[in-house]
């Protein structure tokens, strides 16, 4: 079974503070996909980044940052120099490779983390 | 392009009564998954439509069913509502199985379902 954790419920930063958000998964599956998602107090989860189990590459996307360990099942995501509009609460997701039908298997989320950005 | 439509955006219901909610895919999204996500929790996956039929479940009764139609929208029927049942249920659509693209999923603004 697949189980993603987020330990931290909530964090607060004040402006311009980098932060980082953790998610450990667990997976039996040797191909994997990871992801993280934005949920604004609209509701909306909003896309940021898929990274696949095969390129532990990290990746750098303008102030945000994700580092993929596949030692320690670890798919970290910092935020540079915060602002306001990054307060939201933020998921972490795991899937596995292609379904039968070859679409997009289901996700496995955490439990979120709520970050609050203020001035 | 229009994103991941959903609706309604408000929904209330009493206990015992059966409810429909609406979904709407980008534009060249085949694959559509609906998820429920109670309060302070992350979503929970129901499951997954594609070409009409119903490629995966998660752990959720038959009281959940579904329906996706031949221009990729998709209904979740949810019968004999329980309080339980109140969440925000939300909408993914994906870009089908072409491309690098098909693993991700793309959300829809969710309907807010109450049951009193």
């Known amino acids: 079974a697949q189980k993603v954790t987020q330990a931290q419920t909530e964090i607060s930063v004040v402006e311009k503070e980098d932060v980082t958000l953790d998610c450990v998964y667990e997976?039996?599956?040797?191909?994997?996909?990871l992801f993280w998602y934005k949920q604004p107090p609209s509701g909306e989860l909003v896309f940021l980044i898929r990274?696949?189990?095969?390129?532990?590459q990290n990746e750098i996307s303008g102030r945000y940052s994700w580092n993929f360990q596949k030692s320690t099942s670890s798919f970290n995501f910092t935020i540079t120099a915060s602002q306001v509009v990054d307060s939201a609460v933020y998921f972490c997701?795991?899937?596995?490779?292609?379904?039968?039908?070859?679409?997009?298997?289901?996700?496995?989320f955490g439990t979120g983390t709520r970050l609050q950005v203020t001035l | 392009d229009a994103g991941v439509t959903q609706s309604p955006t408000h929904l209330i219901k009493t206990r015992g009564q059966q409810v429909t909610l609406r979904c709407s895919p980008k534009s060249g999204h085949d694959t559509v998954s609906w998820y429920q996500q109670a309060l302070g929790q992350g979503p929970q996956f129901i499951f997954q439509y594609y070409e009409e039929e119903e490629r995966q479940r998660g752990n959720f009764p038959d009281r959940f069913s579904g329906h996706q139609f031949p221009n990729y929208s998709s209904e979740l029927n949810v019968n004999a509502l329980l309080l339980g049942d109140s969440a925000l249920y939300l909408c993914a659509c994906s870009p089908g199985t072409s491309g690098t693209h098909s693993y991700e999923q793309y959300f829809g603004p969710g309907t807010r379902l109450t049951v009193t």
């Open positions: 990274r696949n189990s095969f390129d532990e």
């Open positions: 997976t039996r599956d040797t191909t994997y996909y």
């Open positions: 997701a795991l899937s596995e490779a292609l379904g039968s039908a070859g679409t997009a298997s289901k996700l496995t």
